[in-house]
């Protein structure tokens, strides 16, 4: 990356900053009181809510009482600064109180409200509380969004801080966003691909084999993460297909951490990029008889489920899978990412595809914490019988 | 563990579950429409609410419309089986929509609820929504807080899905709560300890250090992990100095995937547990002039900050750090972990301390990736200049 290439860019990121600071931001602060939830201790609102509602008073906050039908103390408060707070009193000993407020409010005079309204609490219930939570705010509304559910559904808030560059390419939208633990973050329709400063996850695709002198096969793959670290490994020829010219350009702009300079040439002395749907390219190397000693499967994680939607993403996994297996030499192997290890039906049903494949295969699996994921992930190895 | 013991637990379990079971948990599912932030696109409520209104009214909700101080659209919904939904419009371009709701409610009718709001505002506000997002429930009252905020005060939801074990010792908060990825977890004081599964703490503490005929003492370290890996390694002799039995008898019982049987007593070929806080054994140590090869630290991680309320322990660091130098032999090493990658003010004043010692010291650090904690973690290497 040119030093005149980063102050353009630059420029550019200031210009949308100033646009978003226009923008209010809403910020969800989560105040959870847990109180015991023995039904031994119930919570009576009527003995706590009338000494919370002159904390909601002094923040000139005016309260609405709704009817709960029997599930417990339910109002509302309104601040003339915009601020918007939730109390719930349920019967059997939960006490919630949610707050939504504004970017650019005053966190000290934030903090001293929900501090009052704890501390009260604390000595209304002393002794039947058996758990105080404050959850961190949920932005909402930012420029970048940092939340994220995990392939098992899990609620994560991402460390990314700044939108280096979004756009749509013919095949997808193409986000690069900048994390603080892992530097520039490539994010291809919404999913993570890879981040600068995460080796963990190249090294486990590509594990302890010796690919000095062989030939090796990568599907998809633009970032130019595997590629970068496999010319180090002196193989003889490696072979890239990528449909997306975009990923390739933009990676090599601002993820140079993970691809260094091997996406600067289609060509090298032994690798070579061929942009283009993978699928022809792989139907003419099994009518040629074109075989490689390793193939990377860059393409996509394993669906989730049997579900109708995702029928063609497992009609394209098995496909590419198939020919895969036919391009690879007798010694040769098959390596892919697959998905969380905690998504065990996925994986099953990705070992009952393995099964039904046109040649007999053995395969052996290993599990593996790839940070920038933020969970345990799957990594299958894949030979010919 | 013998059989009869992990029979009797279940069944404890089953009790435990069984009360739980009796009561209502707040699933607050928060459905968050992120319309377009330019203000060439702003959202008008007066054209989009009269249609959404009908979605909620099929579910028996009933409206309370909020003076919003000019802050946009603000109405909340109340429904006869306790569902609450709050519903903002920002004049500026953001849509959010709340829903409290409780675990024993109809997934599908939730889902089918959430669907209809999304795919009518999709029509209505169809060519400006830039970014539509449904976050995953946050589940409040639950036996097992899944929620911890990382060092960085991210949001997170861990894994954890069953309270193994809940008691106060005499020094601490002990659980041990079951994770999917990492079995049984150590947490301390509300603070993640040890993962049975997770190996990369043990390796990153320990490093490739040559452990073969050397004297070693583990301060703190009663979940067994360092031990266990330690004793692999053929150590002269490891002393354990560690205040809390408790926290010895639980891991014993619930975390052997990391301790093996190494805590099944207090003296092995190679090793010695000493029950007992460790400033005076350290202060002993120092005046009869006996030195270790390696001392691991296993106290507490690094503060975050000089504010008042972490002063004390900033001194306890401080003492035990300046006594565990003074025992080390001319070669030794200190090792210990700090805090998060992203803590740079808490590192920064950790070597502050480094560079105030009674002895000169040298150092190096490496961050690593510690799963169960969810972020990249600092470990420090400390040694007598």
Same mark, same amino acid.
């Given at each position: 990356m040119t030093a005149q290439a980063l102050g353009h860019d630059k420029q550019t990121l200031i210009s949308d900053q100033t646009l978003y600071k226009k923008i209010k931001i809403t910020r969800g602060l989560l105040l959870v009181f847990h109180c =015991?939830?023995? =039904?031994l201790f119930p919570v009576d609102s009527a003995s706590t809510v009338p000494h919370l509602l002159p904390i909601f008073h002094e923040q000139e906050m005016t309260e609405t009482v709704h009817e709960s039908n029997g599930n417990g103390y339910l109002a509302t408060f309104v601040g003339k600064n915009g601020w918007f707070a939730t109390l719930c009193v349920h019967s059997h000993g939960l006490v919630t109180i949610d707050l939504q407020c504004f970017e650019h409010d005053d966190i000290g005079q934030l903090d001293k409200f929900l501090n009052a309204l704890e501390t009260k609490l604390k000595v209304l219930l002393n002794g039947i509380i058996t758990r105080i939570k404050r959850l961190p705010a949920l932005v909402r509304? !930012? *420029?970048?969004?940092r939340y994220g559910p995990t392939t098992d559904g899990r609620l994560i808030e991402y460390d990314m801080d700044q939108m280096v560059h979004e756009e749509d390419s013919a095949f997808q939208n193409i986000k690069i966003i900048h994390s603080q633990q892992y530097g520039n973050i490539l994010i291809l329709k919404d999913l993570? =691909?890879?981040?600068? #400063?995460?080796l963990a996850y190249n090294q486990a695709i590509m594990g *302890? *084999?010796?690919? !000095?002198g062989k030939d090796v096969l990568i599907l998809?793959? !633009?970032?130019?993460g595997i590629l970068s670290e496999m010319v180090k490994r002196k193989p003889k020829m490696v072979t890239m297909l990528d449909i997306d010219p975009k990923v390739i350009d933009l990676s090599k702009k601002y993820t140079r951490g993970a691809?260094?300079?091997?996406?600067?040439?289609?060509?090298?002395d032994c690798y070579q990029i061929i942009v283009s749907d993978c699928v022809p390219v792989l139907r003419k190397y099994v009518q040629e008889g074109k075989t490689f000693d390793y193939v990377f499967n860059e393409l996509t994680e394993i669906?989730? =489920? #049997?579900?109708p939607e995702e029928d063609s993403a497992w009609e394209f996994l098995r496909h590419t899978l198939d020919m895969s297996v036919k391009v690879l030499r007798p010694s040769g192997k098959y390596l892919t990412q697959a998905n969380g290890e905690v998504m065990t039906e996925a994986l099953r049903l990705y070992e009952e595809e393995l099964e039904k494949l046109s040649c007999q295969v053995g395969f052996s699996n290993k599990v593996v914490c790839v940070p920038f994921f933020m969970q345990q992930w799957v990594f299958y190895s894949v030979w010919k019988k």
């Open positions: =015991s939830t023995i =039904s509304g !930012a *420029e970048v969004d993570i =691909s890879m981040g600068e #400063r995460d *302890e *084999e010796n690919y !000095a998809g793959g !633009a970032d130019g691809c260094g300079n091997v996406l600067d040439n289609l060509k090298g669906p989730n =489920s #049997r579900e």
